[in-house]
């Protein structure tokens, strides 16, 4: 989830959002998940009723799933937002290249992580220069 839409409309781009609004949509958004109605049961013998009722259960099983989603989406923001901006290595420390990559990286295991694409790009381009 990128953007979030407030109450009065507005549409916020979540990485700009407060870390306390982001907490209190939290809130808002479990609050919501648990006031969820349970599953209903037709018991008639309308087909028609009965679908009316299959669809609404379908449809608050999606609302649901919905809301699980940007409660996760949120926590993921909050999660990056405790991570360390940057990670400094000692002074004597040696600075290795990606293989994979080329971008300079201190940190081993980096190319489980590099885009394959963007590694046929760069050797493209490397070629062309050589």
Not at 10 to 16: A, C, G, T
Not at 69 to 91: A, Q, T, V
Not at 112 to 126: G, H, S, T, V, W
Request: charged letters at 40%; aromatic letters at 8%.
């Amino acid at each position: 989830m990128e953007y979030w839409i407030t109450q009065t409309g507005e549409k916020l781009k979540v990485r700009e959002m407060e870390t306390s609004h982001i907490e209190n949509c939290i809130k808002m958004l479990k609050r919501a998940l648990d006031t969820q109605p349970e599953p209903a049961v037709y018991m008639g013998d309308s087909d028609y009723a009965s679908d009316a009722v299959d669809q609404e259960n379908r449809h608050n099983e999606n609302l649901a799933e919905e809301l699980k989603s940007n409660i996760d989406s949120f926590k993921r923001e909050l999660k990056r937002r405790k991570e360390p901006k940057s990670k400094f290595e000692p002074y004597n420390a040696v600075i290795q290249v990606c293989s994979v990559c080329g971008r300079v990286d201190v940190s081993e295991g980096h190319e489980k992580d590099c885009d394959p694409e963007y590694e046929e790009e760069r050797r493209i381009n490397q070629d062309y220069y050589d």
